[in-house]
């Protein structure tokens, strides 16, 4: 596991690389509605690059992901791609 937030605050995560190894790179749950932003990063993850619950909205920008966006609430992205550069859609697929 790389990074795990189960508090309802938004977070942010800019220039980073977070490897989440055979797990999940960063992973949000919480009842509550909250926002993670991710931008200009690169997030590894067996399981998923992001994954998060139905309250949760990512929002992700220039970043790499190497693993699925997982995830039960709104997921965008802009300038997002995956491991083998191939630019992925608006709903971070």
């Known amino acids: 596991m790389g990074i795990f937030n189960n508090a309802p605050v938004s977070v942010t995560v800019r220039d980073s690389r977070v490897n ?3 797990d999940t790179a960063i992973q949000s749950s919480s ?5 993670v932003k991710i931008t200009n990063s690169v997030l590894t993850g067996t399981t998923a690059a992001v994954q998060s619950d139905a309250g949760v909205t990512n929002l992700i920008s220039a970043t790499q992901l190497s693993g699925i966006v997982s995830a039960a609430g709104t997921s965008k992205c ?5 491991a083998k550069f191939t ?7």
């Open 20 to 22: 989440g190894g055979s």
């Open 31 to 35: 009842l509550n509605s909250f926002t």
């Open 87 to 93: 630019a992925l859609g608006s709903a971070c697929n």
């Open 78 to 82: 802009v300038g997002a791609y995956d």
